[in-house]
């Protein structure tokens, strides 16, 4: 009979019987083992104290009793015919493992390709016995519960390689927007060369018209685009990407700095794509390489069997999850820009090298405005509150209302003629001529500045001889303000009119009476001391 060892019900069964006076034959024969087995376990039984007319066993005398039949096994050898054959593919089974750092199961599909189809666990042991995969212990793992259908989609970048430009000849590194439905295990892959805000959108866009359709919740990588901040407890999103997460009706889900486990299904796609799709894939550009992804997706990654589920994750797509998802409507996204503004002194804000103006009312020079840029405008915010929408300008561009401005300001800001010549009819009549006049050029706005000079000589000189000076600069044709202001210094502006009747001319003071005498202010000589009489 050949050896075999008891399990811990056969070796308590034989003590029982032991202890219920059963010969070592009898034992024998009705536990199926040789009489000398049983002898060399009684014999360990009584050495550990158990008596033929006492107690039975207690547990650790039973665990002893088990361990006494233990036999350590030699190493295995491993010798397979298909094996053998895999020698002559040993330098080339080296090159993508090591150089391409190429995974087992795309190994394996390279070598189907040239006629060389061997098992996985056969491949896998050629590989670890070359000493190219060495195996260790895995960490424990914690299967989480499953998601409800087109409750949760996973979210992560990886860097994919690297692809010649066509129109520089220069490589440039590939990203790998992947999008994961965790119920179903359908994903997207979406190659990127940024991780902007505008490249990110332009793939979930993509990646929900894949799906037909958008998850509830998005758990998504920690990435500067997204996700202002690395706070784990209390992560904000940016206003970008929450105003898109609220346009298409899901949560955002931020994952924390370094912690993979937070988004494990996502990431063991990532390894995934980028050692089935890239990994030994030949692309024109990156347009070709998005239309090779989507078709990925759908021929392999969607008809594979899944490792965890065991089911293919394009038909649990199809059958239990689509209907689950979110509506997607199609039309593009039209990705915002939000920006921290301040209100210049001229009263406008720069956004996106373009210049914008701000009501003067609400917004005085130094204030805080929240932008929002689209395609079509541009939305000033100041507190929450709406302040100012203007019509999209291109860079260098300028939009200005001209109720923007300060009253006192509008005018020369805007450059308008007829408001100023209004304000100096206000004045005076002949003021009002002097003004239509002076703008009355080709390009009135170069006499802006005198025609602003002009009004400040009313305040100065009253506009009453203001418009006295005028009708006499223009009885002569003189139409420059310099030369008005200087018939106002000169008081020059009553000259040759009649005489003003008595009670209305300027009469001169009389000499005053001074209490000191002029030569008292003459230091050049010394003054004689004056006695004063009591």
């Known amino acids: 009979m050949g050896y075999r060892e008891l399990s811990r019900m056969e070796m308590v069964e034989v003590v029982r019987r032991w202890q219920m006076g059963e010969s070592q034959r009898a034992i024998a024969r009705a536990s199926g083992v040789a009489r000398e087995t049983v002898k060399k376990y009684l014999r360990a039984a009584e050495e550990l104290g158990v008596a033929a007319n006492g107690p039975p066993p207690t547990e650790d005398q039973v665990v002893r009793l088990v361990q006494v039949g233990r036999v350590v096994s030699a190493p295995r050898t491993w010798a397979s015919p298909q094996a053998d054959r895999l020698a002559p593919y040993r330098e080339q089974i080296t090159t993508w493992l090591r150089e391409e750092h190429l995974q087992v199961t795309r190994v ?7 006629g060389m189809h061997v098992p996985y666990t056969t491949l896998e042991r050629f590989i670890w016995r070359l000493g190219l995969k060495p195996r260790g212990r895995r960490g424990d793992t914690v299967r989480m519960a499953p998601t409800p259908p087109g409750e949760v989609a996973e979210m992560d970048f990886e860097r994919l390689g690297l692809l010649r430009n066509p129109e520089t000849g220069r490589g440039q590194w590939i990203w790998g927007l992947s999008i ?17 805000v505008e490249a990110t959108i332009e793939g979930l866009e993509k990646a929900w018209a894949f799906f037909q359709g958008c998850p509830k919740r998005l758990v998504l990588d920690n990435f500067p685009a997204a996700v202002a901040g690395t706070d784990p407890l209390n992560p904000r999103p940016t206003r970008a990407f929450m105003e898109y997460s609220q346009a298409r009706g899901f949560l955002l889900d931020p994952a924390r700095v370094r912690k ?21 894939g030949t692309f024109l550009d990156l347009a070709d390489a998005r239309r090779q992804a989507e078709q990925w997706c759908l021929e392999v990654a969607g008809q594979r069997d899944h490792g965890t589920t065991h089911r293919l994750p394009l038909v649990v797509f199809e059958d239990e999850e689509r209907a689950h998802l979110l509506a997607y409507d199609g039309i593009p996204y039209d990705v915002p820009l939000w920006k921290d503004v301040t209100v210049h002194p001229d009263q406008h804000v720069s956004v996106q090298y373009a210049l914008y103006s701000a009501p003067s009312t609400r917004c005085p020079p130094g204030t805080k405005l929240e932008a929002r840029c689209d395609r079509d405008l541009v939305k000033l915010y100041k507190a929450g509150a709406l302040v100012k929408v203007h019509p ?6 300028r939009s200005t209302d001209a109720d923007d401005y300060p009253p006192e300001r509008t005018a020369y800001a805007m450059r308008a003629p007829d408001r100023l010549i209004r304000q100096a009819v206000v004045l005076g009549p002949q003021i009002g001529r002097f003004a239509e006049r002076l703008l009355d050029a080709p390009f009135p706005w170069s006499k802006l500045r005198q025609g602003q000079r002009l009004l400040r000589l009313a305040e100065r000189y009253t506009p009453e001889r203001l ?22 210094v000169l008081a020059l502006e009553h000259e040759g009119q009649p005489a003003l009747p008595a009670e209305q001319r300027v009469q001169p003071l009389t000499s005053g009476r001074f209490a000191r005498p002029g030569t008292a202010f003459d230091h050049r000589f010394a003054s004689t001391p ?3 009489q009591p």
């Open 467 to 488: 418009d006295a000076a005028c009708a006499r600069a223009l009885g002569f044709d003189l139409v420059d303000v310099r030369r008005l202001e200087r018939i106002l």
């Open 180 to 196: 994961t439905l965790t119920y179903s295990r359908h994903s997207f892959l979406w190659p990127l060369v940024h991780q902007t």
């Open 260 to 280: 993979p486990k937070d988004k494990p299904q996502i990431e063991r796609f990532v390894q995934y794509a980028r050692g089935r799709f890239w990994k030994g």
């Open 530 to 532: 004056v006695e004063i």
């Open 108 to 114: 394996q599909e390279l070598l189907g390709q040239r």
């Open 392 to 397: 999209r300008k291109p860079k260098g561009g």
